[in-house]
C-alpha cells in the first residue's frame, strides 16, 4: 500500500525556504533513492483561513510502501545520517513534526 511521508515546521521556524527548497530537500530526496519516489512542498500562504494552520511549511514524501523511509534511512552511512540532522540549522530555528500515513484512496481530475 502506498504512504506519505509528512515532515511539518510549526510557524516560528523561521524557515530559509530558499535554502531549504533548493538545498536540503534536493540532497535528501537524493540519498533516500530509490525509495523517495515523489515530493511536494506545501508553504502557509500569511492571511485568512492560512493562519489556522499550525505549521509554516510541510513537505509530503510519496512512497510506495509505509516501511520504505525506514529502508532509506537504513542505507544512509552513520555520516550522511548525522549530516542531514547537523543541516537543520541552515534552515529552520525549530525541528519538525514527522509522521507516515497509509494511502487509503486517491485520484484526479484528468481533464483539469
Known sequence: MPAVAFAAYPKGANMNLDYYRNKHVPWVFGLWQPY???????????????????????????LEHKDDLDKANAQ????????????LVNYSQKPPSFWVLDVEKSGSNSSA
Not at 523517495?36 to 511549511?57: F, H, I, N
Not at 544512509?76 to 543541516?87: H, K, V
Open 76 to 87: 544512509l552511512t552513520p555520516e550522511q545520517a548525522q549530516a542531514i540532522d547537523d543541516d
Open 36 to 62: 523517495a519516489k515523489a515530493y511536494r512542498l506545501l508553504v502557509t500562504p500569511a492571511g485568512g483561513a492560512a493562519d489556522s494552520c499550525p505549521y509554516e511549511v510541510i513537505i509530503e514524501i510519496d
